[in-house]
């Protein structure tokens, strides 16, 4: 059988800002949404001369080469459900080794992905670190170009199915950080499970692309008020 290909944005052999401990992290290139305030937009093509394609076995001999110093491995993105087969076979790959199975196997997404993407990675995965852009859909659709019913619907599935490690909120003054968004959003996720981890990403220009080069930045103050009313 022919060995199944992921477009490869980027690897990082040890990082300890991509889920809990210090993991392994594959950034598959390719997303479904177009954010304005994307850090990595070179990621966005699915297909592109930066991108590496490499197979599990590949990407199993990188891991094997950074134990035993990580507790697990995450796969980003770009979007990283774009490519879930891949995932599904590398995962699958990581469980069934003797020497790798301890690792724990987490996905950074968007939260673009219908339940039976979800159903299907659930097998091998976790836990998912889910970014919500906005709660608002007409502002969700601002920033992305898509809507985020999808997303809503993929934060419940995987609640329900146990897999949701938790939701991490892009803040951006001015544009998705108002109290009453914050409440609302709190209380959106809330009450779907009342001890929801959230984290709270500052939005900050650092390689963001053209249109949000001059949105202001997340202070020290704003975090203040965020962290107040979120928990």
């Given amino acids: 059988m022919k060995a199944r290909h992921a477009q490869v944005a980027n690897v990082i052999p040890f990082s300890w ?23 990595n937009p070179q990621t966005i093509p699915l297909h592109t001369r930066r991108a590496r394609e490499l197979t599990v076995s590949q990407i199993l001999d990188q891991i094997k080469e ?9 796969v980003s993105g770009g979007e990283a459900t774009v490519q879930h087969e891949f995932i599904a076979e590398l995962f699958t790959a990581i469980k069934e080794s003797d020497e790798l199975s301890a690792l724990t196997t987490f996905i950074d997404s968007n939260g673009n992905a ?8 659930a097998k ?3 836990g998912v670190m889910l970014d919500l852009k906005a709660l608002d859909e007409q502002r969700h659709i601002e920033l992305t170009g898509n809507t985020n019913s999808v997303v ?41 499970d009342p001890a929801m981890r959230i984290k709270i990403n500052a939005f900050k220009t650092h390689g963001v692309r053209a249109a949000a080069k001059n949105w202001p930045e997340v202070c020290d103050k704003d975090m203040s008020r965020y962290s107040a009313i979120i928990s």
């Fill in 17 to 39: 800002v991509d889920g809990p401990g210090n993991r392994f992290v594959l950034f598959l290139q390719g997303c479904n949404f177009n954010c304005l305030a994307c850090h």
């Fill in 66 to 74: 950074s134990m035993p110093y990580i507790s697990g491995v995450t």
């Fill in 114 to 121: 219908s339940a039976e993407v979800w159903d299907q990675l």
């Fill in 152 to 192: 809503l619907d993929s934060i419940k599935h995987l609640q329900k199915l146990g897999k949701l490690y938790e939701v991490r909120l892009l803040l951006i003054p001015g544009i998705n950080d108002s109290d009453q968004q914050l409440i609302d959003t709190a209380v959106w996720l809330k009450n779907i």
């Fill in 124 to 126: 091998v995965t976790d």
